[in-house]
């Protein structure tokens, strides 16, 4: 059913009166917004209306036994909804809000729709100065899971959000760019396993926690590992249309193996690894300087949508560092590309001879 949208663009910093009163009254009403937080843009309504939690997986296509995450205003609104530990408190009054969301067993609380079922709950308090003031004003929980369709890359600007949304939900949020570009940290506290690498570090996590978490291949993006554990991990994720393959190699040979391929891929990478591309044919998306690892995870789901624009057959990525925010976006990586990475010439052509 096409839906009219009125879509309020704010500065994220200060957000109007007139979009917080639009967006909460909206949620109030069991209707859904879609919203910029700190990590992604998120599509949420009212944790306590079901109906209204039941239309965010008939809007996204979302499988039903993949929960959504409950944002709070918060710790005195997550203790409403979980059960913590006292040491847990401590250290997320520590961290929160911001880019952790953590997962406990449940109070019996909240419908079927938001936890698909399970006895635990997925809670996170958003360090984004808009939806806080949505959660005051209301005084309501927001479940909402990222802004995109399922499958497809999350949104990390207003314009994503626009182009998956437009048409779909009443009230659209535009306030630019988001500040990570990258989901957040999914940790479960009962078990201190990583279930999703995100936004908040794992070194992040051992500073507020005092221990190391667990982190194994479910956080590396295995596929194998993708159990009951997390629901949502056994999905295809964050994927383009145009098939994407992660390049692994020493960057000093990218312009060798891809310049066979000019006209047919695109390259997405730093820009200083863009720039050994120049005068090869070969089109670039580049992600910003090398060392600025945060910036260029910033954009790497606005590249992979671009992509999708381009008249290519094919994307090839840059992989990055493993640790840091690095080690989150390899996990996305190894999602959006279906686990096809190469070091070498015969690598891709391989690859290439598959699609
Ligand atoms: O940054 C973010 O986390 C964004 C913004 C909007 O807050 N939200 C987001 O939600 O990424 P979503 O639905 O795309 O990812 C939530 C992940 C899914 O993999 C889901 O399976 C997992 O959290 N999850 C939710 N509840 C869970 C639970 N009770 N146990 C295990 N995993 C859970
Ligand atoms: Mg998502």
């Not at 929980?141 to 497809?152: Q, R, Y």
């Not at 990258?182 to 570090?201: C, K, N, Y």
């Not at 590249?303 to 008249?311: F, V």
Request: proline content about 5%; glycine content about 10%.
């Amino acid at each position: 059913m096409k839906v009219k949208t009125q879509v309020y663009r704010i500065d994220s910093g200060k957000p109007s009166e007139k979009a917080v009163n639009a967006a909460s009254e909206a949620i109030i009403d069991g209707k859904l917004v879609v919203f910029p937080t700190e990590t992604v843009y998120g599509i949420g309504a009212n944790a306590f209306s079901d109906a209204a939690c039941r239309e965010i997986y008939i809007v996204k296509g979302r499988a039903p036994d993949n929960p959504l995450i409950v944002h709070v205003y918060g710790i005195e609104e997550a203790l409403r909804l979980g059960r913590f530990r006292n040491r847990d408190i401590c250290a997320l009054e520590k961290v929160w809000p911001g880019p952790l969301t953590v997962i406990v067993n449940g109070r019996g609380v909240l419908p079927d729709s938001v936890t698909a079922g399970l006895d635990s709950v997925a809670i996170r308090c958003p360090d984004s100065s808009f939806i806080r003031k949505v959660m005051k004003k209301t005084a309501l929980p927001i479940a909402a899971p990222s802004a995109n369709i399922s499958t497809k890359p999350s949104s990390t600007k207003g314009e994503h959000a626009i182009g998956y949304f437009k048409g779909k939900v009443p009230v659209i949020i535009d306030g630019g760019e988001s500040d990570y570009g990258i989901e957040s940290t999914v940790l479960d506290l009962r078990s201190f396993r990583v279930l999703r690498p995100g936004a908040f570090t794992v070194e992040q996590i051992e500073h507020a926690f005092g221990r190391k978490p667990i982190l194994g291949r479910l956080a590396e993006g295995s596929r194998s590992a993708a159990t009951m554990i997390s629901p949502g991990t056994k999905y295809r994720h964050y994927s383009p249309e145009k098939p994407l393959f992660v390049y692994e190699g020493g960057i000093g040979s990218i312009n060798g193996i891809l310049g066979k391929f000019a006209g047919r891929a695109a390259f997405i990478g730093s820009d200083e690894s863009c720039r050994l591309l120049r005068g090869s044919q070969v089109k670039t998306i580049s992600l910003g300087p090398s060392r600025s690892i945060r910036k260029r995870v910033h954009r790497m789901f606005g590249s992979l949508i671009e992509l999708d624009s381009m008249d290519v057959s094919f994307g090839v990525i840059e992989s990055f560092p493993k640790d840091g925010i690095g080690y989150a976006a390899m996990n996305r990586l190894k999602k959006a590309s279906d686990h096809r990475s190469f070091k070498d010439s015969e690598g891709l052509q391989k690859l290439v001879r598959n699609i």
